[in-house]
């Protein structure tokens, strides 16, 4: 059964191969509409569509990702896309416009201050534009050892190294996005998507969750389940080809790398 709970009306289940077209449509809508980057960006609905079917077919197979649904009418209300960090990028991934490439440079730029606050290597992660299809078969094969050379910090990614200084799948659980549709906007759905997902990482055995929060609401409801700074970059400062491409967003400062125990 892939029914999780049910809160005010609101089914919470993890995704289904008949969720994937809804799910991708409720995910580009939002985004493209609500969350600080894709909007500075100017990323559109559908060119947030094409980044999301591919994410949400590796949400099925990997099975630690949910939905909610309204019970009456059955519509996908809210979503949260959350995958093994240790994992390869979705099978037949394409992206569909160069307006993504700022997003993972920020990303990368972002992991890296984390990384580097704990003199760390950093992940070989495939290079962008990744490699072709196919990726090996799920269960994916784990990203090289993170090479360990001193560990001075005391936060939750720090803690999974320091018996093996290597984070193994199965550990670390991303996740990558989240969203809820306007509308049911003061039902708590966000929070109960959080609170489920975690609570099936855990069951699944995963030891911590991380994050990128980009915008105030989610750094503040991340927080509330004890989620604290790993790394951030400001947007007014970052830089993309030389220019700053994020400066004009203004409902929040920072990108945050946020992280928790499980």
């Avoid at 094969?141 to 910090?153: C, G, K, R, V």
Wanted: aromatic fraction near 12%.
């Amino acid at each position: 059964m892939s029914i999780l709970t049910e809160k005010n009306g609101i089914i919470f289940e993890t995704i289904q191969q008949q969720d994937i077209e809804a799910t991708a449509a409720c995910i580009s809508n939002i985004m493209s509409k609500s969350e600080p980057i894709t909007r500075a960006l100017q990323i559109s609905e559908a060119e947030f569509h094409g980044f999301a079917i591919p994410y949400c077919h590796k949400a099925v197979k990997e099975s630690v990702s949910l939905v909610a649904k309204d019970r009456q009418t059955g519509q996908i209300v809210g979503f949260i896309i959350s995958k093994d960090l240790m994992t390869w990028p979705p099978e037949r991934l394409e992206i569909p416009s160069d307006k993504f490439e700022p997003i993972f440079n920020l990303l990368e730029q972002l992991y890296r201050v984390a990384f580097k606050k704990l003199t760390f290597s950093p992940p070989v992660y495939p290079a962008y534009p990744y490699p072709a299809y196919p990726y090996p078969a799920y269960p994916y094969p784990a990203y090289p050892a993170y090479q360990a050379i001193t560990m001075e910090s005391n936060l939750v990614l720090e803690s999974i190294y320091k018996s093996k200084n290597f984070i193994s799948q199965g550990e670390v659980l991303h996740i990558f996005l989240l969203g809820v549709v306007k509308n049911y906007a003061n039902k708590n759905i966000a929070k109960t998507l959080i609170e489920v997902n975690l609570k099936l990482a855990k069951q699944r055995n995963f030891k911590a969750a991380i994050v990128e929060a980009t915008g105030l609401a989610s750094q503040h409801i991340f927080r509330s389940f004890g989620f604290q700074e790993e790394a951030a970059i400001k947007y007014k400062t970052y830089k993309f080809n030389n220019k700053k491409i994020l400066s004009t967003i203004e409902n929040s400062e920072k990108c945050i790398l946020m992280s928790a125990k499980i």
